[in-house]
């Protein structure tokens, strides 16, 4: 009998910890990588977008906004549009919001896993939407009514105890009221009642059926770890339907704002269950790419900063809080060159799962996305050089992210070799013997230096300042010796502080060098 019980726990065991280690794999196809959050758009742009860039470029998924039913906050005025953050506020589970309906996603699911790009959803089940009197119309983007005062949410249904007694957080040095009160006033949903937990299961579930790869987990801070444990651990399989392996888990990224050791929740409460955001990615690249620090201090960049370990940290150098939130600090894509080159390092240093940011253009700081006169999101136009226009940024489109991403793909599984600096604010390193990269981010200082590239002998086309076509390049090349040393040169005024080679990109052998 002991030995039926140890086997038997010994079994419960390794499928928690099979299901925990799932709920870090983001599912992407082989030579895919990256996600990037198309924040806003609609699930028919999104389709379109899947087949005609993100799949044939080898990006491996996107991060939608909130998917479900949310209340309208009116507009302050004719000249403001919805803001963003009305998102944030569901009134029900509903597949129906201005990106589009259940069938509108099912179909942009179907069309975006076909072509190797999974989806990861944005989604709150820490609260509901606040009272209608603080600035909505109290209607759903479905139609249902939103919260009275007595926290009735008939369309789910919810009722008053659901909910955590209402309380603001006074206090950020207490762990439970900033898991139990109510963030910015919203109404706080108790997951450790089980039939609340059975609710936010169903939720997850229905996109899980319609192919989903995985969620991001908004206010994941504002929740107990033990409760979303159980709330993961009942999520059925990935649909095997959408090209998921039998017995996939969700890939979960659990946003978690820490941006020290002055917190009293910390990321490290949560990185057992899946990625967890690691803000602190943001605050060094915005240092380092602003020349707050030296680009030489890069070489240990990682867990040896404080930060998460690298199988557990979603790093990005922005995303649609800290860009509208933390100026001076955050990059973003008001600032492009460093920007860039700060995108660029991070898709070129084998640090964390990278996200990346896709925008739209705002000056207000809650203003929505581009819309018409009736409140319908406008979608994107393509211009002639692939950049979008409508008041959408569509940084994944810019040509030296979407080439660093190629070059991340290209140099996967790679370590860091060859790494050189001037012991300030010029670098470089190779990935093996698949890439290379150099940034100079030096002030008023060409760089001009004969480096290893760890690269085979061959003329290369460097990816930032164009591309390679009909074996030829549109922007730099590089040409590369037989010993791996290559001349490289970033001018300190030039429109971009990165040059950027890997293998696929050669368009002649040391045989063929003029």
């Not at 589009?100 to 944005?122: H, K, P, W």
């Not at 009275?148 to 105890?161: E, K």
């Not at 059925?236 to 039998?246: D, I, Q, R, S, V």
Request: a negative charge; one cysteine or more.
């Amino acid at each position: 009998m002991k030995q039926f019980w140890t086997a038997t726990v010994l079994a419960v065991v390794l499928i928690l910890f099979t299901d925990v280690q799932g709920q870090h794999d983001p599912h992407f196809w082989t030579g895919h990588s990256t996600i990037v959050h198309l924040f806003e758009w609609k699930f028919s742009d999104i389709a379109q977008e899947c087949e005609r860039f993100l799949g044939p470029r080898g990006f491996g998924g996107i991060q939608l906004s909130p998917v479900n039913e949310n209340v309208i906050v009116s507009p302050p005025s004719s000249e403001h549009n919805r803001p963003w953050w009305e998102r944030y506020q569901p009134v029900s589970y509903k597949l129906t919001t201005r990106s589009g309906t259940e069938q509108d996603f099912l179909d942009m699911s179907r069309r975006c896993n076909a072509v190797g790009v999974r989806l990861y959803i944005d989604i709150i089940i820490n609260h509901m939407a606040a009272h209608p009197a603080d600035g909505s119309t109290g209607v759903g983007t479905g139609g249902s009514t939103a919260v009275p005062r007595d926290r009735d949410f008939p369309a789910v249904p919810w009722s008053l105890s659901d909910f955590n007694p209402s309380c603001e957080i006074t206090d950020w040095n207490d762990p439970v009221m900033i898991r139990n009160c109510e963030l910015f006033g919203l109404p706080d949903l108790n997951q450790g009642i089980g039939s609340v937990r059975d609710k936010l299961v169903a939720f997850m579930d229905h996109l899980i059926d319609l192919g989903v790869a995985g969620f991001r987990v908004d206010a994941a801070k504002h929740m107990w770890p033990g409760d979303l444990e159980i709330i993961y651990g009942r999520l059925k399989n990935l649909n095997t339907e959408f090209g998921f392996a039998p017995g996939s888990r969700a890939f979960m990224m659990q946003e978690v704002i820490d941006n020290g050791d002055h917190e009293v929740v910390r990321k490290y409460e949560y990185n057992h269950l899946g990625t967890v955001t690691e803000f602190m990615f943001s605050y060094y690249m915005g240092r380092a790419f602003r020349g707050n620090d030296a680009l030489v201090w890069l070489e240990s960049f990682g867990e040896g900063w404080g930060l998460l370990p690298s199988r557990d940290a979603l790093v990005f150098v922005d995303n649609h809080d800290n860009q509208r939130h933390d100026f001076g600090t955050i990059l973003t894509y008001k600032l492009p060159k460093p920007y860039k080159m700060a995108v660029a390092f991070g898709a070129a240093f084998p640090y964390g799962q990278l996200r990346i940011m896709s925008s739209f253009a705002f000056d207000d700081l809650d203003i929505g996305p581009p819309m018409d006169a009736n409140g319908n999101i406008v979608s994107p136009s393509i211009n002639l050089d692939q950049s979008c226009g409508n008041g959408w940024v569509c940084e994944h489109r810019w040509r030296q992210i979407t080439n660093m991403i190629h070059f991340r793909n290209v140099c996967w599984g790679t370590p860091v070799a060859n790494w050189w600096s001037n012991g300030d604010n010029k670098i470089a390193f190779s990935r093996g013997n698949q890439g290379f990269v150099a940034f100079n981010n030096q002030a008023g200082a060409d760089m001009l230096e004969v480096l290893q590239t760890g690269l085979p002998a061959g003329v290369y086309c460097d990816v930032i300042s164009g591309d390679k076509v009909n074996n030829s390049c549109t922007g730099k090349s590089v040409t590369v010796l037989a010993d791996g040393r290559a001349s490289i040169h970033i001018a300190h005024d030039g429109e971009d502080g990165v040059l950027a080679i890997h293998v696929e990109v050669r368009i002649s052998d040391c045989f063929n060098m003029v």
